[in-house]
């Protein structure tokens, strides 16, 4: 019989800790557009995957599948370098795992990063996406069962999941730094595969500027958890219903990459700013 959630947490917590030199001020999950920032870390200690109880493995090419502990401008962290999808098999405990280890650990902040397909005609490609708000449309919610009240309250509010204060600093950063970035709303979907001209004409009508298959587990999680949380979407492709193309996963990925050190440089200095 597997053991309940808070204790699974609780040992994969003891796991890390045996490596950090200090405990977490900050958590990042490093999804698509920042890889880069696990380069960056001072002093890492690392710890792959397999080698954490209870822990998956990703299998998304890009991502590394490990964690990473050390200072970032002199703020402690942890690193996720790797996340979990939904679309991969894996089920809502283990997407979002990291999120209640980092909470367990003692981080007050999570920092999330992806890729999406942007809906919204004033946005191109390889601009950033500062979240302020999202739409679950991945038909299920990782707090659904029975509630422990050790990770979290019953019911929590979701009126302003993305905290305001670090969204903020993040605009006044990307100002400085001349990042072309913009607020939006992001959808979550279930994938794997893409949308129709249909589905982007309703995702865009319900409010929507960006589309992924990622990102709102955790962030209903970190809420859950009480953790303040920023979370930045690179948009990869256009998904525009009237002139709606094959998508090219080369070339989403080498948009990607290009805007990478832009969303590295970004969360770097807001987790400096801590």
């Known amino acids: 019989m597997q053991k309940p959630l808070f204790d699974r947490v609780q040992e994969v917590a003891a796991a890390i800790r045996k490596i950090a030199p200090a405990p977490p001020k900050a958590a990042v999950v490093l999804g698509t557009g920042l890889g880069g920032l696990a380069k960056q870390i001072e002093n890492p200690k690392d710890l792959p995957y397999d080698k954490i109880p209870h822990f998956p493995t990703s299998t998304v090419q890009s991502h590394t599948g490990r964690v990473v502990c050390g200072t970032l401008g002199g703020t402690p962290l942890v690193a996720f370098d790797g996340r979990f999808h939904l679309y991969e098999g894996w089920n809502l405990e283990q997407v979002t795992l990291p999120v209640r280890v980092a909470k367990a650990l003692g981080?007050?902040?999570?920092?999330?990063?992806?890729?999406?397909?942007?809906?919204?005609?004033?946005?191109?490609?390889?601009?950033?996406?500062?979240?302020?708000?999202?739409?679950?449309?991945?038909?299920?919610?990782?707090?659904?069962?029975?509630?422990?009240?050790?990770?979290?309250?019953?019911?929590?509010?979701?009126?302003?999941?993305?905290?305001?204060?670090?969204?903020?600093?993040?605009?006044?950063?990307?100002?400085?730094?001349?990042?072309?970035?913009?607020?939006?709303?992001?959808?979550?979907?279930?994938?794997?595969?893409?949308e129709t001209r249909a589905e982007y004409r309703m995702l865009r009508t319900m409010g929507a500027d960006i589309v992924g298959m990622s990102t709102v587990p955790e962030a209903i999680v970190a809420v859950h958890a009480g953790l303040r949380l920023f979370a930045a979407s690179i948009v990869t492709d256009l998904c525009f219903p009237d002139s709606l193309e094959p998508a090219n996963i080369t070339e989403i990925i080498k948009v990607a990459n290009a805007a990478e050190p832009k969303l590295t440089k970004l969360v770097a200095k807001l987790i400096g700013s801590l």
């Open 107 to 194: 981080a007050e902040a999570l920092f999330l990063s992806g890729a999406s397909g942007g809906m919204n005609p004033a946005h191109k490609k390889g601009d950033l996406i500062l979240l302020d708000d999202h739409i679950n449309l991945m038909g299920v919610n990782p707090l659904v069962g029975s509630n422990d009240d050790r990770l979290g309250p019953r019911f929590p509010d979701m009126c302003a999941p993305y905290d305001k204060k670090l969204l903020a600093r993040a605009e006044a950063i990307c100002k400085e730094e001349k990042i072309s970035a913009h607020r939006g709303v992001y959808v979550g979907v279930l994938g794997p595969n893409l």
